[in-house]
T-cell receptor, first 115, second 112 residues
Framework: EPEVTQTPSHQVTQMGQEVILRCVPISNHLYFYWYRQILGQKVEFLVSFYNNEISEKSEIFDDQFSVERPDGSNFTLKIRSTKLEDSAMYFC?????????????FGPGTRLTVL | DQQVKQNSPSLSVQEGRISILNCDYTNSMFDYFLWYKKYPAEGPTFLISISSIKDKNEDGRFTVFLNKSAKHLSLHIVPSQPGDSAVYFCAARGGSNYKLTFGKGTLLTVNP
């Protein structure tokens, strides 16, 4: 199984605080995706990112969210001012072959708890 | 707007028997379908996929069947093993948009 890593595994924050979730996708890939899963619900698409630009985003991905590639291997998802309803598991995914149409492999997730 | 539906929230089978998990979709633009397995507090793990140009794909104990006219796919696991106990998600994508749309998942329990 190709390895996609995410840190931290669990983040607890107060409402209104900023959080940054990190992902290291499959090596040297330009595509990656962020998804989230609220407890008991389905996995939902947030945003896709290609070559340092957002290629598509969902309705969930409002102005409070941003994605960046701060260096060659790491990608981040930032939530500027967290709300209670942002509590969820956040997954990044990377296509196996590096092309957008390849099967997406998921990281282990970050559990975000907003108090 | 449930474009991908898994109508059975749970399924329980005996070890050694066949597990059949079902998935329906409504979006005619979907042309590629995937099944993921997920344990609690872990990310989804890819199992098997099928393109809309096929009606069957097999990988070991796992077989996925696609009925395009009915907009229905199913995952067969045979023989089922206790280690298969997990939540199974059906996912779909279509056109030039490669984002995945997931169903709500089916919790499979395989009893020894």
């Amino acid at each position: 199984e190709p390895e996609v890593t995410q840190t931290p595994s669990h983040q607890v924050t107060q409402m209104g605080q900023e959080v940054i979730l990190r992902c290291v996708p499959i090596s040297n890939h330009l595509y990656f995706y962020w998804y989230r899963q609220i407890l008991g619900q389905k996995v939902e698409f947030l945003v896709s990112f290609y070559n340092n630009e957002i290629s598509e985003k969902s309705e969930i991905f409002d102005d409070q969210f941003s994605v960046e590639r701060p260096d060659g291997s790491n990608f981040t998802l930032k939530i500027r001012s967290t709300k209670l309803e942002d509590s969820a598991m956040y997954f990044c995914a990377s296509p196996l072959g590096g092309a957008s149409e390849d099967t997406q492999y998921f990281g282990p997730g970050t559990r975000l708890t907003v108090l | 707007d449930q474009q991908v539906k898994q109508n059975s929230p749970s399924l329980s089978v005996q070890e050694g028997r066949i597990s059949i998990l079902n998935c329906d979709y409504t979006n005619s633009m979907f042309d590629y379908f995937l099944w993921y397995k997920k344990y609690p507090a872990e990310g989804p793990t890819f199992l098997i996929s099928i393109s809309s140009i096929k009606d069957k794909n097999e990988d070991g104990r796992f077989t996925v069947f696609l009925n395009k006219s009915a907009k229905h796919l199913s995952l067969h696991i045979v023989p089922s093993q206790p280690g298969d106990s997990a939540v199974y998600f059906c996912a779909a994508r279509g056109g030039s948009n490669y984002k995945l749309t997931f169903g709500k998942g089916t919790l499979l329990t395989v009893n020894p």
